[in-house]
């Protein structure tokens, strides 16, 4: 095989990989609200251990990465999509993060039914999720137009966090639940904020793998 041929096949083998890994990232943040409405213990427990897989699969896509930048000569274009694989997989990673830190805080609180704080968290947990996936999916597919929507669609992640919070302020000021579990539910909005965050630098990483453009800055 040649060389140019070789390379371009674990290009697509990467993009593959970062791939799997958005879908892996995916599941585990439906399996975890999952566990939540079936008040698994056990099942919860299993997720937070199930961060050390994330982090495994981050280190291999690196590694290939590395690999890549340093058996080959990558064009420009190739050297982006490389250099941005690696800042993606970081991204991915912490999203395991927060997942694993929103079930220590679920456990600690004995699995909650979290609509009981705020009528808009299941909205916003929906919204996170869609936002990841359609991340991902935008730089795999190096997909200018849907890379935009997930930036601007953090927006929406943001209204969301606002409302949790007024219904929570309006629970301590009621004395209707409990201080301790209102600041275990604004945490847990939080993480899915930054989780919303996380995205939106997959989706600027999309875009600079195909412009070589951060924040409309020439980089590669």
Not at 22 to 34: A, D, N, S, T, V
Not at 37 to 54: L, P, T
Not at 133 to 156: H, P, Q, R, T
Request: glycine share 4%; proline share 2%; with cysteine.
């Amino acid at each position: 095989m040649a060389p140019r041929v070789s390379f371009e096949h674990e290009l697509e083998e990467l993009k593959n990989n970062v791939s799997h890994m958005g879908e892996q990232i995916e599941l585990l943040y439906c399996k975890l609200f999952m566990e939540l409405k079936e008040k698994d213990m056990a099942g919860m427990e299993a997720i937070i251990e199930n961060d050390r897989q994330i982090n495994d699969m981050q280190h291999s896509i690196e590694a290939k990465c590395l690999t890549l930048l340093t058996r080959q000569q990558p064009v420009a274009r190739d050297l982006r999509v490389v250099s941005a694989a690696l800042k993606v997989v970081t991204d991915i990673e912490r999203i395991g993060d927060h997942i694993s830190d929103i079930a220590e805080l679920l456990l600690r609180m004995n699995l909650p039914m979290l609509e009981e704080f705020s009528e808009s968290l299941p909205e916003m947990i929906e919204a996170a999720r869609k936002i990841v996936c359609e991340a991902v999916v935008a730089f795999v597919e190096g997909n200018l137009e849907e890379a935009k929507k997930v930036i601007a669609y953090d927006d929406v992640i943001d209204d969301y966090f606002n409302k949790v919070k007024e219904d929570l302020i309006a629970d301590l000021k009621s004395g209707k639940k409990h201080p301790d579990d209102c600041i275990d539910v604004l945490m847990i909005a939080k993480y899915l904020e930054r989780v919303g965050d996380h995205a939106v630098n997959i989706g600027e990483w999309a875009i600079f793998r195909q412009t070589g453009d951060i924040d409309d800055v020439r980089l590669l």
